[in-house]
């Protein structure tokens, strides 16, 4: 899925193994839990409401989709990965919710229609793409959403310097276990730094002002390898 120039990434090939992977796709949400019911609050908080709309981009198997889904318009749940979106759609008709519309599309696919969303919600996703595509994603995001309208986003991203990132992601890697079940093993945790394309908190936050956003919350936590943030769209 490209935008059909021969330099246009495919983002399948940047998708992460794993999430392609039917096994790692089923235990997903048992290892990992997306805490939708705090983010939910959260966007409640932000203004979101019985009309409001949600792109959830990165969406997996659906458990920020869902939970928005049943307090507002519509949420759209896009994801670039056909597993991902199988389960998904599988949670979503037996929720009975009507609201949702799954679309399969990445970052730099997805074309929104209609009128812009009041949020546009993303976790842990962005950090499939290499910097410079993450700057023409947020661009790309900052056109989906309407001006006031909000971005959540959350992601590993690294909050140090380089000088400390063996320190710092050996820390990280070593909080793995051995089994995959029910928690990430330290070799996902490697396959993660060594394959993915996490970058640092000083770049990423210029990219989201840049792109369009104003950075209004940021939190960083697990000792400097994770962030959330909440931007306005300006
Ligand atoms: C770790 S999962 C996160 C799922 C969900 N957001 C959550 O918090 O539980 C990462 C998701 O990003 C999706 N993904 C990877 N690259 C993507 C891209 N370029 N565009 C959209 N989604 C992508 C994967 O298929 C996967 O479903």
């Given at each position: ?52 709309e949600?792109v ?17 318009a519509r949420?759209i ?24 519309e799954?679309v ?7 074309e929104h229609r209609g009128r812009q969303a009041d ?25 989906v959403v309407r ?88």
């Amino acid at each position: 899925m490209t935008k059909g120039y021969g330099w246009w990434p495919d983002e399948i090939t940047s998708v992460g193994r794993e999430n392609l992977d039917a096994d790692h796709v089923s235990r997903y949400d048992v290892k990992e839990n997306a805490h939708a019911t705090e983010e939910l609050r959260l966007l409640k908080e932000l203004g979101l409401n019985g009309h409001s709309e949600v792109v959830d981009i990165g969406a997996g198997t659906g458990q920020f989709t869902l939970a928005a889904a049943s307090a507002c318009a519509r949420v759209i749940a896009v994801d670039i990965s056909p597993v991902m979106l199988a389960a998904l759609k599988a949670k979503v008709s037996a929720s009975g919710l009507s609201n949702v519309e799954v679309v399969q599309a990445g970052f730099l696919t997805y074309e929104h229609r209609g009128r812009q969303a009041d949020f546009v919600y993303s976790r842990y996703a962005l950090h499939h793409l290499p910097d410079f595509w993450k700057a023409v994603a947020l661009q790309r995001l900052r056109q989906v959403v309407r001006p006031g309208g909000v971005l959540r986003l959350w992601d590993v991203v690294y909050n140090f310097d380089p000088s400390d990132a063996e320190d710092r992601l050996e820390q990280w890697c070593a909080t793995g276990g051995h089994e995959v079940e029910g928690d990430w093993s330290r070799a996902e945790l490697e396959e993660h730094v060594r394959d993915e394309h996490s970058t640092f908190t000083w770049l990423l936050e210029p990219m989201i002002e840049r792109s369009g956003f104003e950075i209004k919350d940021a939190v960083y936590s697990g000792g400097g390898v994770f962030a959330s943030y909440i931007a306005r769209a300006v």
